[in-house]
């Protein structure tokens, strides 16, 4: 799955420097994930690093859009890929 940021976000500025893939900006109110992007990390770490540094808990799994580890390390692979 994708993340997402609920409007919980309080726009503290650090879940964007930890993200990886670039997946995260500012958005019109809150901080945005784009899903084209997030892996939540795999690939690069054990662990979501924007899930780990946020600090009001606003970052969870969409439901709307399951992906499966392998699904997660093809989208890593291509993204890397095409930043190479």
């Known amino acids: 799955m994708a993340l997402i940021i609920t409007d ?18 500012q958005g019109e109110e809150i901080y945005e994930i784009d899903p084209e992007l997030c892996t939540e990390c795999v690939g690069h770490y054990e662990t979501s690093q924007c899930v780990e540094v946020c600090p009001v808990d606003c970052i969870p799994h969409d439901p709307d859009r399951e992906e499966t580890e392998a699904e997660l390390m093809a989208k890593y692979e291509r993204i890397t890929k095409a930043s190479a």
């Open 8 to 25: 919980e976000c309080i726009n503290c500025d650090v879940c964007e420097p930890e993200c990886p893939n670039g997946a995260i900006a």
